[in-house]
Nanobody
């Protein structure tokens, strides 16, 4: 398994969660590791990405200021800290590794997804 996402769950609006993405092999040495999400009936959308060194990050406008992506290269893990969660953040969250960017087509490795449900 190259990528293993965890940390999802049920939280009330305004609450916080931290997702983790444990990577191995070529997945973690990729140029970028990102988070995407897919809500029921919607297309998969970009959430955030971090470069291999951690020096570059980018966020979707919808999460900017609320979510923070980080990585611990010693632990081969990428995190997504989600604060001030809203019901519209409800989705299955996927971590992915590949080229740095916001398009899903730039990513070669995908984790299995973890469900985040935000209640109003």
């Amino acid at each position: 398994v190259q990528l293993q996402a965890s940390g999802g769950g049920l939280v009330q609006a305004g609450g916080s969660l931290r997702l983790s993405c444990a990577a191995s092999g070529r997945a973690f040495s990729s140029a970028g590791t990102g988070w995407f999400r897919q809500a029921p009936g919607k297309e998969r959308e970009f959430v955030a990405v971090i470069s291999r060194s951690g020096g570059l990050t980018a966020y979707a406008d919808s999460v900017k200021g609320r979510f923070t992506i980080s990585r611990d290269n010693a632990e081969n893990t990428v995190y997504l800290r989600m604060n001030s969660l809203k019901p519209e953040d409800t989705a299955v969250y996927y971590c992915a590794a590949g080229q740095y960017g916001s398009s899903p087509t730039r990513y070669s490795y995908w984790g299995q997804g973890t469900l985040v449900t935000v209640s109003s």
